[in-house]
């Protein structure tokens, strides 16, 4: 079976990052995303067992939904300085891995992983991918989780040793609702984290 694992950069290295005390190198540079990151990766590739890897990646330029709200994530704190020098470092270490990354500006690393997920499963596709899963912190993502497609999601759940698959059931139990209702559900609710309103 062709299984391609997709990886959301930020929201990995964010958690390697709040999970791990602020390890340094020899020259004394923060490092603890860094190993973190790895670590996580080395576990993905023995417990998910890819033919296929991919990692996405946020880039720095305003997204399309700050153009459409400009309010949209207006709370979040800025990055602290300690991760964003460790960003370059982890993104050395997956291209030594052989490992792909994408990122398109204006757009976020959700985007990416949503558009590639899609684009594997055209039926003239260059490389059939049986199943695809998306390894990520955020549930946003959720919603793309498709059984009949054979999208699913892996979220880490125990700082970086642990972790549970997504199917359409699992999704469901957690939230309520279908992976498909998720944008509805979030059109109603809003979202602090992103800053914006739900119906009122």
Same mark, same amino acid.
């Given at each position: 079976?062709?299984?391609?694992?997709?990886?959301?950069g930020?929201?990995?290295?964010?958690?390697?990052?709040?999970?791990?005390?602020?390890?340094?190198?020899?020259?004394?540079?923060?490092?603890?995303?860094?190993?973190?990151?790895?670590?996580?990766?080395?576990?993905?590739?023995?417990? $998910?067992?890819?033919?296929h890897?991919?990692?996405?990646?946020d880039?720095?330029? @305003?997204t399309?939904?700050k !153009?459409?709200? +400009?309010?949209?994530?207006?709370?979040?704190?800025?990055?602290?300085?300690?991760?964003?020098t460790q960003?370059?470092?982890?993104?050395?270490v997956?291209?030594?891995?052989?490992?792909?990354?994408?990122?398109k500006?204006?757009?976020?690393?959700d985007?990416?992983?949503?558009?590639?997920?899609?684009?594997?499963?055209?039926?003239?596709?260059?490389?059939?991918?049986?199943?695809?899963?998306i390894?990520?912190?955020?549930?946003?993502? $959720?919603q793309?989780?498709?059984?009949?497609?054979?999208?699913?999601?892996?979220? @880490?759940?125990?700082?970086? !040793?642990?972790? +549970?698959?997504y199917g359409?059931?699992?999704?469901?139990?957690r939230?309520?609702?279908?992976?498909?209702q998720?944008p509805?559900?979030k059109?109603?609710?809003?979202?602090?984290?992103?800053?914006?309103?739900?119906?009122?």
């Amino acid at each position: 079976m062709n299984r391609l694992v997709l990886i959301d950069g930020n929201a990995i290295l964010h958690r390697a990052f709040h999970a791990l005390p602020p390890l340094t190198a020899p020259d004394g540079s923060v490092v603890n995303a860094v190993y973190g990151f790895v670590s996580i990766l080395i576990k993905i590739f023995n417990d $998910l067992k890819p033919t296929h890897m991919a990692v996405a990646f946020d880039r720095p330029e @305003p997204t399309f939904r700050k !153009s459409l709200y +400009k309010e949209y994530q207006g709370k979040r704190p800025e990055m602290d300085s300690d991760l964003v020098t460790q960003i370059p470092k982890v993104q050395d270490v997956v291209r030594a891995f052989g490992i792909p990354i994408y990122d398109k500006a204006g757009f976020e690393a959700d985007d990416v992983l949503a558009t590639i997920t899609s684009q594997c499963q055209m039926p003239n596709a260059k490389c059939q991918i049986d199943e695809v899963v998306i390894v990520t912190g955020d549930k946003d993502i $959720l919603q793309l989780v498709d059984d009949e497609k054979g999208v699913k999601v892996f979220m @880490p759940t125990k700082g970086l !040793s642990e972790g +549970k698959l997504y199917g359409e059931t699992e999704v469901t139990e957690r939230l309520g609702v279908t992976p498909q209702q998720i944008p509805d559900l979030k059109a109603l609710m809003g979202d602090s984290s992103d800053n914006y309103p739900g119906v009122a």
